[in-house]
């Protein structure tokens, strides 16, 4: 999977400790950015970027609007706001209408980081309880980029990544240990 430039990973229920599992497993010197989902109530600050960067000893953010994305981060998104990602590689926050009853929403991410990143993107789904992320990973499929889902009998709640399953084939069905050592082992072609 060389000419990964940018992996996008999308997690509901279950999310905080798949995340942890597999964001810990990246290298330090590991250079790829890492744009996260993580459905959170929005009625509440997040401590979201503050948990896994303890857990993950990453430099890890919650983004931020208009940020410019960089090598070596990981952003997470933040309470009632979709994240994206812009043409000129930029994080852009809003207020559009939740999908799948969710804001931030995976599938919003997908598809913005697809149009951006095209061949160049990963997109990854985890465990979660509702279909949000199926059609953002297929779309992320069919402008070329690569797709990994947590195997359903490995996920904390199996809905989602069989929702994705239902929608496409994936390149990959693996474990989060295996989600975890396949990112490890990416090289950006920017490098």
């Known amino acids: 999977m060389n000419g990964i430039q940018a992996v996008v990973i999308g997690a509901s229920a279950g999310g905080v400790t798949a995340l942890s599992t597999v964001l810990g497993a990246l290298p330090a ?13 929005d009625d509440r600050h997040s401590q979201l970027a503050e948990v896994l960067q303890r857990r993950v000893r990453r430099p890890v953010r919650q983004a931020c609007d208009k940020e410019p994305i960089t ?34 929403a995976i599938d919003f991410l997908f598809t913005s980081a697809a149009d951006a990143y095209g061949r160049a993107l990963l997109g990854v789904l985890l465990t979660g309880a509702n279909e949000d992320g199926a059609q953002g ?14 195997d359903p009998r ?7 990544p069989e929702a994705a399953l239902a929608l496409h084939q994936p390149d990959l069905i693996l474990s989060l240990s295996g989600i975890g050592q396949l990112l490890a082992t990416l090289e950006s072609s920017e490098c």
């Open 71 to 104: 090598a070596g981060q990981i952003y997470v998104a933040g309470p009632g706001y979709h994240l994206s990602v812009e043409a000129d590689f930029s994080l852009s926050l809003s207020q559009e209408e939740p999908v799948h009853f969710s804001r931030p």
């Open 137 to 150: 990973l297929a779309y992320i499929k069919n402008s070329g980029g690569r797709t990994v889902v947590q």
């Open 29 to 41: 010197n590991f250079s790829i950015p890492v744009l996260c989902v993580l459905h959170l109530p």
């Open 154 to 160: 490995d996920a904390q709640v199996a809905l989602m």
